[in-house]
């Protein structure tokens, strides 16, 4: 390697933080614009978007930090200007180690990795308290360095906390500790319809009045995540003093999709999952909750207000290297831009919508509603499905099957052939198909 690539060498060694915290940066803006975006499009150029970049960012931002702390075990005399700098640049590889509030898990096993997360919480700490310590000169840079380790920390934290709350054990615990009450009628005719709002079939719903529903029956769909069994004859009983809100009536029974329109019940459904999407693969666990706007709010203050004064030290300006000026500047916009855009789908999301109308604040939700930003999808209308004929008719002898049984992957290109074999949309007439089998089986 010396000998055949020495420039090469000797470029990577002097460039290699620089590259990587870039390379960091940038895997964070590609997840946080697209990884909720994989709730509602159904594409291979999504997956192999966000599934790399997800997988990248950890590893990345470790090596970062890793490459950092050589610098400084491996520093002996006074510290320069370039080394002060990078040390600063240590809170901002635990920010992106917390990663953006649109992903945090990209399949439903990655929630079960939470302790790995709490003990890599642990360590980076301890790695970033050591650049920290290591890079202290006691100048404007050096304490501006605090708030963004505050901020880091809190990042990285959420990420744990939520992927612990996410896991299926924590899942199953709340689930049998449910916050209603669910008892079983002997038959659905002994239930009472309270619900004015669906009980007529065909009849106009809003969108809004759909969330609410749908919102309201949250807490029976998921059980069913949990392998906990459900049937068309609970009822449910809402605990206020638990702070859960059901927008219809004291009691509310399962049966309100038989009420409706084949398009209307559909929604109900797209509502649901893209609630239950949130709660397993983005930060929505932590994000709508007092103590997670509290934490929000403290960062983007902290962020900001290092970036304000960073700014205002002219006088030290030229003993720093332009790149890595740009690269600190660079680190510091993307981090508030990165927080605004979090907030601006906090505020536009279904959460917030359903939190105006418990509130009574109709106003500010119609102007939300009104808004573009607010008509997005939740759920691609693509459902997964295995058709036997197509698959045998379009069967091909897999290349280099030799290969890859060596490398041990054929089987999961072999499976992967299989989802893709047929993900049929689901239009109006399969869906009001489906609705009228449901209502010929309804009991």
Known sequence: MEALFPSFKKLWNEWKLQALVLNSLSLQVILILLGNRRKYIN?????????????????IATTALGVLTNRFVYHSGPLDAQLELTAFWAPFLLLHLGGPDTITAYSVEDNELWL????????????????????????????????????????????????????????????????FHITILPSISDVQDNSNIYVQDNSNISDDELLQVSYGMLELAKPLFVGFPTSAQRRILANHQEGTWNPLAEEVTWNPLWKISPKDAFKVIEMQLGFMYDLLYTKALVSYTPCGIVLRLTSFLLTSIVLVLFSLAPHNVHKYSKVDLRITFSLLVVAIVLELYAALAFLFSDRTLVWMRKNN???????????????????????????????????????????????????????????????????????????????????
């Not at 102007?367 to 379009?394: D, K, P, V």
Request: glycine share 6%; hydrophobic share 35%.
């Open 116 to 179: 790995r997360h709490l003990f890599q919480l642990a360590g980076q700490t301890v790695v970033a308290f050591y650049i920290l310590s290591a890079g202290w000169t006691g100048s404007r840079v050096s304490f501006l360095t605090i708030p963004i380790m505050v901020a880091g920390l809190i990042k990285y934290g959420e990420r744990t906390w939520v992927l612990w709350s996410a896991s299926y054990d924590h899942r199953r615990i709340n689930a049998s500790k449910s916050r």
């Open 43 to 59: 594409k291979t150029w999504i997956k192999i978007t966000v599934w790399p970049a997800y997988l990248l960012a950890d590893f």
């Open 361 to 443: 604040i109709p106003s500010i939700s119609r102007c939300i509603t009104s808004l573009r930003i607010h008509r997005n999808h939740r759920w691609s209308n693509y459902m997964g499905q295995f058709n036997l004929l197509s698959y045998c008719f379009n069967e091909k002898p897999m290349c280099f099957r030799g290969m890859l049984e060596l490398l041990k992957i054929n089987r999961k290109l072999e499976k992967q052939r299989y989802k893709g074999c047929c993900n049929p949309f689901l239009g109006p007439p399969e869906k009001n198909k489906i609705n009228s089998q449901k209502r010929q089986k309804r009991p």
